[in-house]
């Protein structure tokens, strides 16, 4: 089982020699699947003969190092529209859903109101408040509202052989469909439509023949290319990311003839239910409809494109829609547990640098849920992983981010945002780059090493006593105007989590398909919560369950039984009501201040036996004890509970003569530059686009720099493309490929350009050009750099030595190098009387640090707790800690601590 795969992003024009190089990085870091990914800003063509030919670059590396390429289904995202060749080959194909129009009537006044522009229509109806429905499509028609402004013409229709005789011509604006009706009584009218202006979701997943073209465009012409046997051998897998029928009403043209087998009625008289509540029947038709709309897309969508991948020996991977927003993802994708079962490895995808920290609850169902229905249908649960965390993001966050997944069931990670080349957009697009850009890059197989092990560890079988209903038939029934029900829900799971009541989400369908006897044994307890709508079968399900000696609790308010007559109350579920469902059920027991922090997860491991996963998800240190043994968690840290003894106490090591020497020159961005007019952060995103012009024009920046030290002025290689630069007046124009923070970085050496003194002078770099670019130019060297509050226009930089001694710490930013990010060594010396086991601890590193003893790696700790237990020989040693902070100090100057806390 792979437990680690990587989203390569390949973006811009893809060179051969760098595809080379990057994989083979790629490798080297311990991923164990490679996603070929095309991603925004790509500038070769997708699915083109190049495209392939460099496919085959990454690929060929790929076989040389035993790791296995999978497919990118899509041409970025979502998927399910083959880079829009589907739609605009085949218009028929494009994506429908239903548009509801409502108009308040009154009695015997006359109603005209137009439909949207491009909408067929599809039935209007008349509603009184009593529930009365009366059709009214008969008193629809196409109409034009008004007159243009009028306009000079001076040819007839042929422009030419004609006397240019002046005249006026007006026309009125698009036909569209309209309804003109004069109700008997007051109510309100209802006008349904079929719209096709999806642009993003643009084509029809409810029908088999989308799913015809998409493996006709994409998986064939893979294996086209490439050969069914390469595919066969080295392919493990297709991700398909976010596809999604459109809007909220997804429709497709045979939907009323399959509603009419599922459900042995005609829709189409009771569409306004869907979008209105009417009468007591109205949620058991919106539940009917989702019902056909699940089937459709499983067995159309996911269900038909994973056995076209399984009989080419592929799994089927991905993420639908937004697992974390319950009442938006089931509306595309209607009881989402259910269907990711159709997938061999379905995912989550949580976005956001917070993910897992205290206050940050939306995530535990979305990824409770992945991981449900992968243990339902026996498969792995995977997350397309880290993905838009900000430019402050270290290895440490991902580690915290990481564990928080493995709490939830993670154990396969799809690393988002390796990318080919930052340039430009692409670095907002994706943040942040974990690839070879990050500069805390030579420290990340520590941090793939450790989760692929944690992986392995957890995969066991879980071990929860708790089963949950997950709202798939609540949130089937849910019309436009009832309250959204996520909030509350997100707090149950919340609540149950930080009282450490692990849970397990079932939806109605698989819980039917339980032995009862065999699920209480295995989930004694069972808790509906917040559930405003059930089925009948889960309600005979769960009494059985009772009779069965379960446990249960139902809170947040009495079910109704939708396919019942009228919907009425769930009677049984009346005496099981609580406020307090918590105090209901056990659990391990933790006991400590700030405990509500630590979330737990259960397994049983190889032997039998019960183990458990701990994650502290607090800024502070927990300390308390778990199951009456002492457990002391840093901030951020996870362990296993038979991992808890405490090692023996030993003596720290004593320390002395610290310094720091940083591994690469100083760089300092150059975002402020004055122009005709004003001055603008001229390559800072922030401010991109907010230009008051478009064409070429000249910009300067100036700095100030004293003598003795070389200078490099560091830029994105199509800058030169769209311009020129000079420093002081002399054009520069010996530019070369240099290694700084990409693929496309370009360096020129201006040390004999610039005016120095015995006190900084000024300088001035001129750039004369489109000023089309967002990441800014740097200067570089060995370098103190002061960067004056509210100057930071005018960095004045001063020549220091390469060696700083310090005493208790070293930030960075104290030696001048605040816009610094990447490595640096500190040493020391430590004398030892006695030879035996030592402790070398650290208060604080920012944000990852290597340990080395006489030149012998002893590992890297990559979140806190810092702290390493070695063994010495009686004498003197030499230690050095190689440490490596993050890329936001570098990339936008952000001012965050760097260096070490002895």
């Not at 009537?105 to 599809?122: I, P, T, V, Y």
């Not at 915290?400 to 697009?429: C, K, P, Q, R, W």
Request: aromatic fraction near 10%.
């Amino acid at each position: 089982m792979k437990h680690i795969a990587a989203q390569y992003f390949l973006n811009t024009d893809l060179r051969a020699d760098e595809l080379e190089k990057q994989a083979a990085m790629l490798c080297e870091a311990g991923f164990e699947e490679i996603y070929l990914h095309a991603r925004a800003g790509l500038k070769t063509p997708y699915l083109s003969k190049q495209y392939f030919e460099a496919l085959a670059v990454v690929i060929e590396v790929l076989k040389q190092r035993d790791v296995k390429f999978s497919i990118w289904d899509e041409d970025n995202f979502p998927s399910g529209t083959a880079g829009n060749r589907i739609v605009n080959n085949f218009p028929e194909l494009a994506a429908q859903r239903l548009n509801f129009l409502v108009f308040e009537a009154e009695k015997g006044k006359k109603l005209r109101e137009f439909c949207s522009e491009k909408g067929a229509l599809l039935k209007a109806f008349a509603i009184t408040s009593a529930g009365d429905i009366k059709e009214v499509t008969e008193h629809c028609g196409s109409l034009r509202e008004k007159w243009q402004p009028a306009f000079i013409n001076t040819t007839a229709y042929s422009p030419y052989g004609q006397l240019p005789f002046p005249h006026r011509r007006r026309a009125m604006n698009t036909t569209r469909m309209a309804i003109e009706y004069t109700p008997e009584s007051d109510c309100r009218v209802v006008v349904i439509e079929i719209l096709r202006d999806a642009v993003r979701h643009n084509t029809d997943l409810l029908n088999k023949e989308t799913v015809d073209k998409l493996v006709e465009y994409t998986h064939e012409e893979y294996k086209h290319v490439f050969g069914t046997e390469v595919m066969k051998e080295e392919c493990v897998s297709s991700f398909l990311d976010e596809p999604a029928p459109e809007g909220d009403f997804p429709w497709t043209r045979r939907f009323p003839e399959e509603f009419q087998n599922d459900h042995g009625y005609d829709l189409l008289p009771l569409l306004a239910h869907l979008y209105l509540n009417i009468n007591s029947e109205s949620p058991k038709i919106r539940n009917d409809y989702r019902t056909t709309l699940h089937r459709l897309l499983c067995e159309n969508y996911l269900g038909y494109l994973k056995k076209y991948l399984n009989n080419n020996q592929i799994l089927s991977a991905g993420h639908l829609c937004r697992s974390e927003y319950l009442s938006f993802a089931n509306t595309r994708w209607p009881d989402e547990l259910r269907c990711l079962q159709y997938l061999d490895i379905p995912c989550g995808d949580p976005l956001g640098g917070g993910i897992g920290k205290m206050g940050s609850m939306a995530h535990h169902l979305g990824l409770k849920t992945v991981a449900s229905a992968a243990r339902f249908a026996g498969k792995p649960a995977g997350a397309d992983a880290f993905a838009v965390g900000g430019d402050s993001v270290s290895l440490r966050d991902l580690k915290f981010m990481a564990d928080y997944h493995l709490a939830m069931g993670i154990t396969y990670y799809n690393i988002h945002g390796l990318d080919y080349t930052i340039e430009g957009e692409s670095f907002d697009e994706t943040p942040p780059s974990l690839f070879y850009q990050h500069s805390q890059w030579r420290h990340i197989k520590e941090f793939i090493s450790y989760l692929k092990e944690r992986c392995k560890t957890l995969s066991a079988p879980h071990v929860c006593t708790l089963g949950f209903l997950y709202p798939d038939v609540s949130l089937k029934c849910r019309a436009p105007e009832d309250e959204i029900p996520d909030t509350a829900l997100h707090k149950i799971a919340e609540d149950l989590l930080s009282h450490q009541r692990d849970f397990e989400p079932i939806d109605s369908v698989t819980l039917a398909e339980q032995n009862v006897r065999e699920y209480v044994s295995s989930r004694p307890n069972f808790l509906v919560a917040c559930n405003k709508f059930i089925v009948r079968s889960t309600a005979q399900f769960l009494e059985r369950y009772v009779e069965e000696g379960g446990k249960l609790a139902v809170t947040g308010g009495v079910p109704r039984i939708v396919d019942l007559p009228g919907a009425p109350e769930w009677e049984f579920a009346k005496k099981y009501l609580t406020e307090d469902p918590i105090a209901l059920f056990q659990a391990p027991s933790l006991e400590g201040e700030g405990s509500e922090a630590i979330l737990i997860r259960q397994f049983k491991k190889e032997d039998g036996s019960i183990d458990t996963f701990i994650f502290n998800r607090a800024a502070l240190e927990f300390r308390g004890t778990f199951e009456g043994t002492e457990l002391i968690l840093a901030p951020g840290e996870s362990k296993l509970a038979s991992e808890l003894p405490p090692p023996p106490a030993l003596p720290e090591l004593k320390t002395e003569n610290w310094s720091l020497q940083f591994s690469s020159l100083n760089s300092v961005p150059l975002t402020f530059w004055s122009y005709r007019g004003g001055m603008t952060e001229l390559f800072s995103r922030a401010e991109y686009g907010n230009l008051p012009f478009a064409e070429a024009i000249a910009f300067n920046t100036q700095f100030l720099v004293s003598s003795g030290f070389k200078v490099f002025l560091t830029v994105e290689e199509n800058m030169l493309a769209k311009g020129s630069f000079s420093v002081n007046g002399v054009p520069l124009d010996k530019f070369e490929k240099t290694e700084f923070r990409d693929c496309r970085d370009l360096a020129c050496d201006i040390t004999s350009l610039l005016q120095t003194g015995r006190s900084p002078i000024p300088n001035t770099i001129s750039f004369t050009g489109s000023p089309c670019f967002e990441n800014p130019p740097y200067l570089r060297g060995l370098f103190s750099a002061s960067l004056q509050p509210g100057a930071e226009s005018y960095p004045i930089l001063t020549g220091v030595s390469e060696v700083h001694p310090f005493q208790t710490r070293a930030d960075f930013r104290e030696f001048g190098y605040s816009t610094y990010s990447g490595a640096a060594v500190c040493k020391a010396t430590a004398t030892v009387s006695q030879q035996g086991k030592y402790i070398v601890k650290f208060n604080r590193i920012y944000d990852s640090g290597r340990l080395l003893i006489n030149g012998k790696d002893h590992g890297i700790r990559i979140a806190p707790p810092y702290l390493w237990e070695v063994e010495l020989e009686k004498g003197t040693h030499l230690i050095e800690i190689e440490i490596c902070n993050n890329s936001g100090n570098r990339d936008r100057a952000l001012g965050l601590p760097a260096g070490i806390i002895l």
